[in-house]
Nanobody
Framework: QVHLVESGGGLVQAGGSLRLSCAAT????????MGWFRQAQGQEREFVAAIKWSGGSTDYADSVKGLFTISRDNAKITVYLQMNSLKPEDTAVYYC?????????????????WGQGTQVTVSS
């Protein structure tokens, strides 16, 4: 059974940093694209970043480009999201996702597996 388990969320002041982790178990992910989405209260889920497990090519939402960095550790089968210069508008539940269809669609419609989410709260 596949599990994506996020960790690393919490409360941080504006301008601070957090690193989210997503530990993946239950299958091999070499042909997958891993990603992060977020959903703020009362808003729709939005794409944040993605990385192809094979090759490591990345994609970012314009709102986080240059501020957030997605990476992976092959040995630990873990994906990370380093978030710097956080703003109150980054407050959301962040979800790890795995898409096995050759790329991460920003709609999230191709995601095969979702994590349970981790709360990130940025205070002003």
């Amino acid at each position: 059974q596949v599990h994506l388990v996020e960790s690393g969320g919490g409360l941080v002041q504006a301008g601070g940093s957090l690193r989210l982790s997503c530990a993946a178990t239950g299958r091999t992910f070499g042909d997958y694209t891993m990603g992060w989405f977020r959903q703020a209260q009362g808003q729709e889920r939005e794409f944040v970043a993605a990385i192809k497990w094979s090759g490591g090519s990345t994609d970012y939402a314009d709102s986080v480009k240059g501020l957030f960095t997605i990476s992976r550790d092959n040995a630990k089968i873990t994906v990370y999201l380093q978030m710097n210069s956080l703003k109150p508008e980054d407050t959301a539940v962040y979800y790890c996702a795995a898409d096995g269809m050759g790329g991460m669609r920003r709609s999230g419609s191709g995601v095969d597996y979702w994590g349970q989410g981790t709360q990130v709260t940025v205070s002003s």
